[in-house]
């Protein structure tokens, strides 16, 4: 069974940086694509990025494209994001994500099998 444990979230100011991390155990990580998600209160679940399981292809949403950079480091079996230029906006539970790579082709934004528990991130005006 994949587990799944996030890091690093907080409390910063807008403008600010923060860095995301995603720990894997109980499987082998390089066998798994990955993705982050995050909710803000009342809102449903959106897509942030995803990588590959090579870390070969990334894909990141256009509300995040240009601040926030998804990589992941298998020889660690962790993955990462990191968050600049952080806006209020950018406030939720963030939650790393986890599919197996055998699933036929790469849908970067859906059908993840495993979740963490999530990590708060808030970003003050």
């Known amino acids: 069974q994949v587990q799944l444990v996030e890091s690093g979230g907080g409390l910063v100011q807008a403008g600010g940086s923060l860095r995301l991390s995603c720990a894997v155990s109980g499987s082998t990580f390089s066998m798994y694509h990955m993705g982050w998600f995050r909710q803000a209160p009342g809102k449903e679940r959106e897509f942030v990025a995803a990588?590959?399981?090579?870390?070969?292809?990334?894909d990141h949403a256009d509300s995040v494209k240009g601040r926030f950079t998804i990589s992941r480091d298998n020889a660690k079996n962790t993955m990462a994001v990191q968050m600049n230029s952080l806006k209020p906006e950018d406030t939720a539970v963030y939650y790393c994500a986890a599919k197996p790579r055998s699933r036929a082709g790469w849908e970067p934004r859906y059908e993840y099998d495993y979740w963490g528990q999530g990590t708060q991130v808030t970003v003050n005006s």
């Open positions: 990588i590959r399981w090579s870390g070969g292809s990334t």
